[in-house]
């Protein structure tokens, strides 16, 4: 028995501190600059309505990075506003394929892989957790969340029920419609593919309130949804 048990941990255990070894890390970006400050309604930029921002702060050091915009309430009704047009039947979001929502999904998903360098060293400044865990974890299970709910866009559905009578009974499951999500600061890109993930793949849209002790890579990501012509 355990015999059994080491020849099984072993192996994992390897291939684990393979995937975490500094050979296979690239260098941090030592340099990196936050790009993207403002608030995202509706594939734009913008500055809160009320012209507020606040600071985040470098928790290694205690310096501020830079000043972010402070949403308020007016600003969480523009971006309601949009997220309902952008809802409503007929929109480009609406009749889109749900096979192509998935398609879309893993465009996001490769490019986070691509600006993964970029990111992972933005999470550690904004974050404070080593580079090390911000590249293979943060970043990588990101991916990994977003191409897991890529797959499931076209394989929600409903079923078709027997009942007794001359009578035809189904299910159908159907996007709610606008979903409020609010993610925390100790896993900021995982979190939001979280909620991204699946809101989107179900076809739902989406007004998002990121940490304000983290918001930097959420920012970034909204940019990069705009890459791949994702927001409406």
């Not at 994992?12 to 050979?23: P, V, Y």
């Not at 007004?207 to 970034?220: D, R, S």
Request: a positive charge; proline letters at 6%.
């Amino acid at each position: 028995m355990l015999r059994v048990v080491k020849h099984v941990q072993g192996p994992f255990l390897l291939r684990n501190a393979a995937c975490l070894s500094t050979a296979a890390l690239p260098l941090p970006k030592t340099d990196v600059q936050p790009h993207f400050k403002k608030i995202f309604i509706n594939n734009e930029w913008h500055d809160a309505v009320s012209g507020k921002t606040f600071p985040t702060i470098n928790p290694s050091t205690g310096e501020k990075i830079c000043d972010v915009a402070e949403g308020g309430k007016p600003d969480i009704d523009l971006a309601v506003k949009a997220a309902r047009d952008a809802f409503k039947l007929g929109s480009p979001w609406r009749i889109m394929d749900a096979s192509e929502r998935g398609v879309l999904l893993n465009r996001l998903a490769d490019l986070i892989e691509r600006d993964r360098v970029y990111l992972a060293s933005l999470e550690t400044l904004d974050n404070g957790k080593p580079y090390q865990m911000s590249y293979f974890a943060d970043v990588a299970l990101t991916v990994k969340c977003l191409r897991y709910y890529a797959g499931w866009a076209d394989k929600i559905q409903g079923k078709v029920i027997p009942i007794e009578g001359n009578h035809l009974c189904w299910t159908r499951h159907e996007p709610v419609g606008v979903c409020g999500q609010i993610i925390p600061w100790n896993f900021p890109l995982l979190m939001q593919a979280w909620k991204l993930g699946p809101a989107l793949a179900a076809g739902n849209t989406i007004v998002m309130k990121l940490a304000e002790q983290t918001p930097l890579t959420g920012l970034y990501v909204a940019q990069l949804a705009v890459e791949v012509t994702y927001c409406t």
